[in-house]
């Protein structure tokens, strides 16, 4: 299948699941403009080096808690993108609390969790949602998909209410069934405007958050995720999916 992905951003994409999506997205579809966002560039060395040689990534430098700054990145991709608008934003930056019980858990790690992994998305696509519109305008004959414009909230198994059958995690539960519920009404709000918007769980995958033992490395969980980017419609819009395409329950 060969679909045009002409712009992408991806947020936390210096370490994880986030830079393994920079690196596959650059060797498979190829995007004419990749901003990848990292916080610390004391960090995001792997990064760096990529964008140094790679002249499609475009560095922005984004804690998703600073809200007052999303107009100045909006702007900013704004002037890159032009007339084409933004194809596809990836939400993927994200926390995971490691407190399990809830003898355990204080609120201050539940404010983190909702913050990072709800709050910080849904402001962010409030932001890049001129863009995305500008998009999927501008290329009115296209099917819907990344060749128009879509959100792609990354979220987690963990979060879905009908699969849990183990109990606690609170904060991480909570902020990712947040962002599920969050993604339905993106897709019913972006209906009109032909933006897809799904919720996606990567798989438990080798990073820093998933630790040694998940089954899924990085390249695994990227290339599962390109395969389904690549064949995103309007049937999968305002679904929960697992990286190789799979529904999931809310
Ligand atoms: N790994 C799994 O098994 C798994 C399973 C289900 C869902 N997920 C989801 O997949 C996404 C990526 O996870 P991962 O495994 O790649 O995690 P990771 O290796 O821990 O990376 C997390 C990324 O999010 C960024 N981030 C965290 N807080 C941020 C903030 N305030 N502002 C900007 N960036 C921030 C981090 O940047 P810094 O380096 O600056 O901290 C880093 O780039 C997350 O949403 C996670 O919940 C992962």
């Known amino acids: ?4 992905l002409r712009s992408v951003l991806i947020t936390g994409a210096n370490r994880g ?6 690196k596959s ?6 995007p004419e403009i990749l901003f990848a966002t990292f916080r610390d560039a004391s960090k995001s060395q792997e990064l760096q080096d990529l964008a140094s040689q790679n002249k499609t990534i475009r560095l922005l430098q984004i804690d998703v808690r600073d809200h007052e700054k999303l107009a100045g990145t909006a702007e900013a991709v704004a002037k890159e993108v032009g007339d084409g ?9 994200g926390i995971s609390s490691k407190v399990a019980k809830l003898s355990a858990v204080r609120q201050q790690e539940l404010l983190d969790n909702l913050e990072i992994n709800a709050v910080a998305p849904i402001l962010m696509t409030k932001a890049m949602l001129p863009l995305l519109e500008k998009a999927s305008a501008s290329n009115p004959n296209a099917q819907p998909g990344i060749g128009r414009a879509a ?4 979220s987690s198994i963990l979060g879905s209410i009908g699969l849990n059958d ?3 995690m609170y904060a991480y539960r909570c902020s990712k069934a947040a962002i599920n519920a969050a993604t339905k009404s993106m897709h019913l709000d972006f209906r009109k405007a032909k933006i897809i918007a799904i919720a996606l769980h990567p798989g438990w995958v080798r990073t ?3 630790g040694t033992k998940a089954p899924l490395s990085t390249e695994q969980s990227a290339a599962g995720i390109i395969s389904l980017l690549e064949s995103l419609s309007t049937q999968h819009s305002g679904k929960f999916l697992q990286y190789d395409g799979k529904e999931l329950q809310w």
């Open 17 to 22: 699941i986030g830079l393994q999506l920079v």
């Open 151 to 154: 959100v792609v909230n990354v």
């Open 208 to 210: 820093d958050m998933g």
């Open 1 to 4: 299948m060969s679909v045009k």
């Open 85 to 93: 608008g933004l194809n596809l934003l990836v939400n993927n930056a």
């Open 25 to 30: 997205l650059t060797q498979t579809l190829k």
């Open 166 to 168: 183990l109990g606690g």
